[in-house]
């Protein structure tokens, strides 16, 4: 079991590919902000597997967190995008961000249980820390647009807070 939850929190970490945050950090506003959404589109994804096969309701409690905040943020930078007239541009980074959560979803398909809990709550840790560090250190300090940045910056508070409630979970479930 060790070694499964290693996996998925090596697969979250790596998101299936060899991103590097100087590579991220090439990619332009448009680029951001779809890797963004890719990012956010992930989670909730996994939430609702976590909805779907948990019957633990602490699982569930953050997977509703999940959706109702990556959602929100998803909005937030739609409506931006529009207000500046532009439109999300896909990118090597998205497409390898879906890649990686395919693998994660087949595998978590698989699990049930307290099995399926673990692997959940590692995975979103993982996930967190890996997305949050981009966002705060490779996405901000090049973001060319202040709208764009302080978005970011709000939305980095958020998943912060994902973060640390994983942590508790992963914790807990440890216990």
Same mark, same amino acid.
């Given at each position: 079991m060790k070694s499964l939850?290693? =996996?998925?929190?090596? #697969?979250?970490? *790596? !998101?299936? =590919?060899p991103a590097k945050a100087q590579d991220?950090? /090439? *990619?332009n506003d448009l680029e951001f902000a779809h890797a963004a959404y890719t990012a956010d589109v992930i989670d909730i994804r996994y939430a609702h597997l976590a909805l779907a096969i948990s019957s633990n309701p602490d699982i569930h409690e953050f997977a509703n967190t999940m959706i109702r905040d990556h959602?929100? %943020?998803?909005?937030? #930078?739609?409506?931006?995008?529009?207000? *500046?007239g532009a439109d999300a541009q896909d990118n090597w980074f998205s497409q390898a961000l879906n890649e990686g959560a395919e693998k994660v979803i /087949? /595998?978590?398909?698989?699990?049930?249980g307290n099995a399926f809990d673990k692997a959940y709550a590692a995975?979103?840790? #993982?996930?967190?820390?890996? %997305?949050? /560090?981009? %966002?705060?250190?490779?996405m901000i300090?090049? !973001?060319d647009n202040d709208e764009v940045r302080a978005l970011f910056e709000q939305g980095l508070e958020i998943f912060k807070a994902h973060e640390m409630h994983a942590e508790m979970m992963v914790k807990a479930l440890e216990e």
């Open positions: 939850l290693t =996996g998925f929190a090596l #697969a979250a970490a *790596l !998101i299936a =590919g991220v950090a /090439d *990619l959602t929100a %943020v998803n909005e937030a #930078a739609f409506a931006l995008l529009e207000k *500046l /087949d /595998d978590f398909s698989q699990l049930r995975n979103e840790l #993982a996930y967190h820390q890996t %997305v949050n /560090d981009l %966002v705060e250190n490779a300090p090049n !973001i």
